[in-house]
T-cell receptor, first 109, second 117 residues
Framework: GQNIDQPTEMTATEGAIVQINCTYQ??????LFWYQQHAGEAPTFLSY??LDGLEEKGRFSSFLSRSKGYSYLLLKELQMKDSASYLC??????????WGAGTKLIIKP | GAVVSQHPSWVICKSGTSVKIECRSL??????MFWYRQFPKQSLMLMAT?????????EQGVEKDKFLINHASLTLSTLTVTSAHPEDSSFYIC?????????????FGEGSRLTVL
């Protein structure tokens, strides 16, 4: 079966750095997305990785290792507004998105 | 950036009625649109893949006769919840990929919250 694993909840302090991990087992791989979702809203795109390595975009960076079936989202200089759920999603061989359950990130002052 | 618009944003209906939700790509063409459903405290679940000019592909466990999908043009897909019941109350979200982008980012609509009384 297809499976995406990410921690259910994480807590971090404002101004700090947090890394959210995602491991996957899917039928084929056509890329991995990270999305941010605030309660009651649709997810918003953060990053897309299809090749191994680190992609940096401002305070957010995403890393992918296809051989390990592993990705992480790194958030730096945390702000209170970063409190949200972060969703990892893999595009499988049929171009379907396989979603993780999401990681609820709680930022404390 | 690209915009995907959903309408209505929220709808309340009586049990047994049908509700139609529209998903439009405003500034790009999409041969494929995806419909998702999110129940409280759960992640988005893919319901079906909407293909322009052909039948939608439904995920296992999703009733195709209950959730009718029509993708009549490259910019519009509709989801009709037929004979809605309270258990169909959920947050429905569509997404689309730009035809011009190869495996590019997926753009999401704002979501439609359905409440069935």
């Amino acid at each position: 079966g297809q499976n995406i694993d990410q921690p259910t909840e994480m807590t971090a302090t404002e101004g700090a750095i947090v890394q959210i991990n995602c491991t996957y087992q899917t039928s084929g791989f056509n890329g991995l997305f990270w999305y941010q979702q605030h309660a009651g809203e649709a997810p918003t795109f953060l990053s897309y990785n299809v090749l191994d390595g680190l992609e940096e975009k401002g305070r957010f960076s995403s890393f992918l290792s296809r051989s390990k079936g592993y990705s992480y989202l790194l958030l730096k200089e945390l702000q209170m507004k970063d409190s949200a759920s972060y969703l990892c999603a893999v595009v499988d061989s049929n171009y379907q998105l396989i979603w993780g359950a999401g990681t609820k990130l709680i930022i404390k002052p | 950036g690209a915009v995907v618009s959903q309408h209505p944003s929220w709808v309340i209906c009586k049990s047994g009625t049908s509700v139609k939700i529209e998903c439009r790509s405003l500034d790009f063409q999409a041969t494929t649109m995806f419909w998702y459903r999110q129940f409280p405290k759960q992640s988005l679940m893919l319901m079906a893949t909407s293909n322009e000019g052909s039948k939608a592909t439904y995920e296992q466990g999703v009733e195709k006769d209950k959730f009718l999908i029509n993708h009549a043009s490259l910019t519009l897909s509709t989801l009709t919840v037929t004979s809605a019941h309270p258990e169909d109350s959920s947050f429905y979200i569509c997404s689309a990929r730009d035809l011009e982008e190869e495996a590019g980012e997926l753009f999401f609509g704002e979501g439609s919250r359905l409440t069935v009384l």
